[in-house]
């Protein structure tokens, strides 16, 4: 009798880029990804992903410079303002590089 071989990381995550995952619901996802990570026994892999994890609760706001901060309060206190330039305006200023 054959021995079934259990597939490898790297064929696991292959096999779930062909699978059609963009038809399953959020649910569905989060299953299929639970499934996943209760088999591995890889450290390092789910390390990484811990890793992964904890970066994405970081706010991106507080990764930003102090002048990107500004930048962008002062871009929303203009638009609270209603100092606004509509899109087909900007586009047709920046036609020539677009």
């Not at 399953?24 to 450290?43: F, M």
């Not at 609760?57 to 606004?84: H, Q």
Request: hydrophobic share 35%; glycine share 4%; with cysteine.
């Amino acid at each position: 009798m054959q021995q079934l071989k259990l597939p490898s990381k790297i064929e696991y995550l292959d096999y779930i880029c062909k699978f059609d995952i963009m038809d399953l619901s959020l649910e569905n996802k989060k299953i299929e990804l639970i499934q996943w990570l209760s088999t591995l026994n890889d450290t390092s892999l789910i390390d990484k992903l811990m890793k992964l994890r904890e970066k994405e609760k970081n706010d991106w706001w507080n990764e930003i410079s102090a002048s990107e901060r500004e930048s962008i309060e002062k871009g929303i206190k203009d638009a609270d303002n209603g100092k606004l330039t509509s899109h087909s305006n900007v586009k047709g200023i920046y036609e020539k590089w677009l």
